[in-house]
Antibody, heavy 122, light 105 residues
């Protein structure tokens, strides 16, 4: 059974760096083709993809946020991390991690974590 | 980036009614995926690669489309279908539609 679980600081102040952890089980990020993304959702709003990391450590970022994002992984501990620098109130959201699945050279998210809520406030 | 436009933003349906939600892409995409998000929960994969039902999804859900126009149909709406529905593509990098809220009358 594939599961993912996000964890984060809950609340932080503007200009700080947000550090998030995605702990997963049921698959390995050392397996060819595997990948995990971070996606966020402000309360009452839609979904925004942030970043993706592949099994081979290749990384992709949302162009509009790329300068502030860093995604990384620890394959041995089954964790994926995301750092967002210089946060402000617009970064207040629920942050999800999700596993990428592939079908006919196309990709989608087949399993999502429950999400962790992050509030940026002074 | 490819922008996905979903319509309607809000749909109100009666039990047993057949409804169709649409998703229009700003450029042609190969496939579209759909997620269902019930209040207070994370998105759940509903349909992948345009028309394939995810595991455990009832057969009243179906998807179709090609190019820039895709749709999600519920053949007979049930109370448990009340949720937000999002389309998603991953041609260049992932983007999501703005969502359709389905309310049950």
């Amino acid at each position: 059974q594939v599961t993912l679980k996000e964890s984060g600081p809950g609340i932080l102040q503007p200009s700080q760096t947000l550090s998030l952890t995605c702990s997963f089980s049921g698959f390995s990020l050392s397996t060819s083709g595997m990948g995990v993304s971070w996606i966020r959702q402000p309360s009452g709003k839609g979904l925004e993809w942030l970043a993706h990391i592949y099994w081979d450590d290749d990384k992709r970022y949302n162009p509009s946020l790329k300068s502030r994002l860093t995604i990384s992984k620890d394959t041995s501990s089954n964790q994926v991390f995301l750092k967002i620098t210089s946060v402000d109130t617009a970064d207040t959201a629920t942050y999800y991690c999700a596993r990428r699945e592939v079908y006919d050279y196309d990709w989608y998210f087949d399993v999502w974590g429950a999400g962790t809520t992050v509030t940026v406030s002074s | 980036q490819i922008v996905l436009t979903q319509s309607p933003a809000i749909m109100s349906a009666s039990l047993g009614e057949e409804i169709t939600l649409t998703c229009s892409a700003s450029s042609s995409v190969s496939y579209m995926h759909w997620y269902q998000q019930k209040s207070g929960t994370s998105p759940k994969l509903l349909i992948y690669s345009t028309s394939n039902l995810a595991s455990g999804v009832p057969s009243r859900f179906s998807g179709s489309g090609s190019g820039t126009f895709y749709s999600l149909t519920i053949s007979s709406v049930e109370a448990e279908d009340a949720a937000d529905y999002y389309c998603h593509q991953w041609s260049s990098y992932p983007t999501f539609g703005s969502g359709t809220k389905l309310e049950i009358k």
